[in-house]
């Protein structure tokens, strides 16, 4: 897996502009967590000032989640411009930035996603999915009991 390495000596000279792959693998998924889809692009400058290292990029990528209402799987683009690190030099020679880029794409994903702002989810009864059908459960009468159990708590 490749990782995005900035040496540090090169900045010496001048600023490192740059534009870089990365496997969309540095990002570990789970189960209902947001799984990559594509490569993850990177591109931005590296520069030297001081003893700092300061890196500006933009990285895009896309990925698929499950709608929180109605569990169809998605697919949504992430993309940010205002990837910013500032690293304090101290007897390094190559700095991996890999870390900090699968970092902000963790962070920046959403825990619970939408497929549309109003999805109608799924049905409590029959489990319908009421974005593509309808049912007659309610027009029936019928009540969901998921919840009569907790007529029975005693609380004062």
């Known amino acids: 897996m490749k990782n995005l390495l900035i ?24 189960a209902g967590l947001p799984f990559l ?15 700092t290292l300061l890196v500006r990029c933009a990285i ?4 698929s989640i499950t709608c929180a209402r109605c569990l169809e799987t998605i697919e ?8 910013l690190v500032n690293i304090e ?7 991996d930035l890999t870390g900090y880029i699968r970092e902000d794409i963790i962070l920046g994903l959403p825990a619970v ?18 974005n593509k059908s309808s049912c007659s459960c309610m027009e029936s009468g019928e009540k969901s009991d998921r919840w ?6 005693d609380i004062k």
């Not at 895009?60 to 990925?63: E, G, I, L, P």
């Not at 030099?89 to 700095?95: C, P, T």
């Not at 996603?113 to 799924?122: H, T, V």
Request: aromatic share 8%.
């Open 89 to 95: 030099i101290v007897n390094q020679d190559i700095i």
């Open 7 to 30: 040496y540090v000596k090169q900045l010496e000279k001048k600023p490192w502009v740059f534009s870089e792959t990365l496997d969309k693998g540095i990002v570990e998924t789970g």
């Open 60 to 63: 895009k990528t896309a990925y």
């Open 148 to 153: 009569s159990k907790l007529d029975d708590l």
């Open 113 to 130: 996603s939408l497929c549309k702002k109003n999805c109608k989810g799924l049905c409590p009864l029959c489990g319908t999915n009421l």
């Open 37 to 51: 889809t594509e490569d993850i692009l990177v591109s931005g400058t590296a520069e030297l000032i001081g003893k």
């Open 76 to 83: 949504k683009e992430f993309s940010t411009d205002r990837f």
